[in-house]
């Protein structure tokens, strides 16, 4: 009759050739012959996960049994065929029902008596180590639960999958890896220009030794902000710039535009809270130049809400813009400045270091070969000497002449940035006082600088409408007539002052706003549009 050998390690870094050894060893002490033991051994194979490995070898061993001509199981311990309560008791029916002995080694148990009974001592030590797996596990699973609210204190990595690119160091960070990081680096530079799309692109990527690169992955990748440092748990080092990953939005925000169809973008999406039920509104398009705003659930009758404000998309739209340019022209002039210090202080290195290269030239790479034509005229050495002597000197002067040219070079390129930001010129979409920009910029400017949007009713023809921005509330009185202007600025002691706003038009791809005068005809100078920056 042919007996069985179970061993198993959890993981795989664990040791299993002694187990073996042992459990072999127990079966041949025990009047077993060697050629009839047939061996079951798994590394990596997880009895407290039930992982693939675990549940590969258990099958085995029960088609061992089913197979028949099995009258024996053996085990190091009794831990090495399970730790949970349900699969235990299972293979304890299963053995009983095939009349199949098992036999541990540590502690000394048998499962079955000489009249086929199952021995009493293995049931009350079959109870008694699943009551004591089930505490062990309780415990662990405390104390893995501690460990892992510890670690997201100090926002250390709990373990799961690591973000391609990176790798966990020894105080359990996120840093770049040096492999993965700069295919990366990469993926986000060519897609950043343009001419790549997801799937060439993916493609590439793999062949440049990102196995698992597919065109998810890789839109995943590139959308993803951990990749700036940024990851909301953990934390990480960035592996990209804030430029380059907002050009790839950029790229990726036109690709998805079906050639011949523009996107709608209604600024006041998903900004308007309903009062009653707390939703979003939506924009309703019923015709030509109407859209109307209004709750999703009262719209729907099933959802029950009662609230049947609505807000003309048309009306709301100009005066969000409105509110949001300042704060955005606000917002640019804060970071040209800032760009406009970072290069200044680039140029000003840069300088030092062209005065310290000059420097080293005129002194003593000049005097150098000054000095070894003096030793020639005195006849310290000789002319081929001269000749090998002058020709080093001469070749460390081209040499460190060709540095300070690169560098010359580079401080021009930064001087012309540096004027190029004095003159604002981030402001090209800007069109005289009329205003035209692509319809995803101006809802990115909006939502950037308007939180949110509460609607009250004042009377059966007027609103109360509060946007909250990222500087304060500001408050206007909406009326419902079909007039021109339908905006007043809100007061206290109800002397609401009228306002007036924009007239929005949309065409191919971009929002117009008009207060007056041609939008194709009137175009701002550089000089008026760093005026107005300053301003």
Partial sequence: MKSILICRTSTSRQEIDNQIKETKDFALADGKREEDLILLAKHGASAIKIDKAYQENMERVYREIEAGGVDCVYAWALDRIGRNEVVMMQFKEFLVKHGVQLKIKNPALVLLNSDGTVNSGMEIAFTLYITLAKQEMEQKKARFERTRKAKLGKRQWTGGKVLYGYMVDENNHLIPNPQTAPLVQEAFALYATGEWGIAGLSERMRHRGWPKCSRKVLSYVLSNRSYLGEHKVFDCSAIIDEETFSACRKVASKKSLRIGHSKQHWLASKLITCPDCGWHFTAWEETHNKALFRCPRHAMKERGCPNDLTMNAYKIDPILFDISLPLEMRRLSEQTNVNKDVLLAKLNDLNKELDSRQTEYDKRVKKAVDRINDLYAEGVIDKEEWRERRAAAVAKADNLKAKIEKLQLEADRLQRQIDSVAV????????????????????????????????????????????????????????????????????????HTPLSVPVMEKKEGYVMFRTGGNIDKFELTEEQIASLVTE
């Fill in 424 to 495: 604002g010129g981030r402001f090209e979409n800007i069109f005289g006082y009329n205003i035209a920009m692509s319809a995803e910029d101006v809802s990115q400017m909006v939502h950037r600088h308007i939180l949110n949007i509460a609607l009250k009713r004042l009377s059966d023809r007027e609103n109360l409408v509060t946007v909250q921005t990222t500087l304060g509330d500001e408050k206007f009185v909406y009326t419902t007539l079909k007039r021109s202007n339908n905006w007043r600025r809100w007061s206290a002691d109800g002397n």
